[in-house]
């Protein structure tokens, strides 16, 4: 089976979790994509990839009209952010034309009515059948509603739990520090917590600050929470091989998403309507997190995290596994569920991929 998978935004991420499920179930992809997610990927090295890359001198659309005759020749082809530029191929009403799949992360943003909003003509032409509506977390599905039938995961599980033996504990909290995550609860906690820790904690914030007022927030917390906890900032945009590193060597993750995203006046509820790129990092290591109570996971990942409902709550979380060591236990006893999630994670592709 032929299976294109095109990306011409900025999730590399999702595109290297598809890319490893295309190959775990057999196929050779072929992948439709910008410099950026071709040089950030450790999937490119894979044999069995085949890459079509855009130059920096040519327009996207213009890079997939010269790329349609390879694009035609594919049996199923996966459009991981669905961009304007894409508009001119899915106009095509050919019945040799592929059957095409859109991953629609924000699905009220993608569903509005207002047509200024980025991405607005393709949405219309999803909208109207030129492709498959597919969310990207099988959590977000509700047995016939409109556009949630179909579902894949876009977290992948990618390298098994490692267990460390060091004086200090790691902590990373992964992500842009913006709006869509509540930093200043987990450094009111941390003002909590700090206390009565009896080993050092060090916590990576792994991600570039959207305001000056969150680096500040960061800054003064570093003074707050010393010296029993150790606030590591990135400044400025985290390279992948940087973040994947870090993400690697953590015994732990906080993972403070917001319940709700507004952007241009547009509500989005995590994991009801959109998902978190975090429960991706969580699972592509096996890495153990502390995560909002609110937040729905499939059964077999649930118990590598523990949920916390407000500061006292995420305070005394991070004093008990920092003291005690729990996130070992849950690293160890995590392996039979990470595999079963990549299990449920392939099923549900192929699933997909026998629907024409």
Not at 133 to 143: G, H, I, N
Not at 184 to 192: F, M
Not at 292 to 306: H, I, K
Request: hydrophobic fraction near 40%; charge should be negative.
């Amino acid at each position: 089976m032929n299976i294109g998978l095109i990306e011409l935004s900025a999730h590399s991420e999702v595109l290297d979790s598809l890319i490893r499920q295309t190959v775990d179930l057999g196929g050779r992809p072929t992948v439709y994509t910008n410099s950026f997610c071709a040089e950030s990927l450790a999937a490119a090295a894979s044999a069995e990839v085949e890459w079509q890359v855009c130059p920096s001198s040519v327009p996207y659309a213009e890079f997939i009209e010269n790329c349609r005759p390879s694009i035609g020749s594919q049996d199923h082809v996966f459009i991981v952010t669905p961009v304007d530029s894409l508009c001119g191929l899915l106009s095509d009403g050919s019945a040799t034309t592929p059957a095409y799949h859109c991953l629609v992360h924000n699905l009220n943003t993608f569903t509005s009515s207002d047509g200024n909003r980025p991405s607005a003509a393709i949405a219309k032409l999803v909208l109207q059948g030129a492709a498959r509506v597919v969310l990207p977390d099988l959590r977000l599905m509700e047995s016939g509603a409109p556009l949630r039938d179909r579902a894949i995961n876009i977290a992948y599980p990618q390298r098994p739990p490692t267990v460390f033996a060091r004086d200090e504990v790691r902590c990373c909290i992964p992500g842009r520090i913006y709006g869509g995550r509540d930093h200043a609860e987990v450094l009111s906690a941390l003002e909590l917590a700090s206390p009565r820790l009896t080993k050092r904690l060090r916590i990576d914030f792994l991600g570039e600050h959207a305001t000056e007022e969150s680096k500040a927030a960061v800054d003064a917390a570093t003074k707050a929470v010393s010296p029993s906890v150790e606030l590591r900032d990135h400044p400025g945009y985290v390279a992948q091989g940087e973040f994947d590193q870090t993400l690697a060597e953590a015994d732990f993750l906080i993972l403070p998403v917001a319940e709700y995203l507004t952007r241009n006046g547009i509500t989005e509820t995590r994991g009801r309507t959109c998902v978190t790129g975090n429960i991706n990092d969580m699972v592509r290591f096996g890495t153990p997190a502390l995560l909002p109570a609110f937040y729905p996971l499939s059964d077999c990942t649930n118990g590598m995290t523990e949920r916390y409902s407000g500061i006292p709550s995420l305070a005394d979380l991070i004093v008990t596994w920092v003291n005690t060591g729990e996130f070992n236990h849950r690293k160890r006893a995590a392996v039979p569920g990470l595999e079963a999630y990549r299990a449920e994670c392939l099923a549900a592709l192929r699933e997909e991929l026998a629907r024409r």
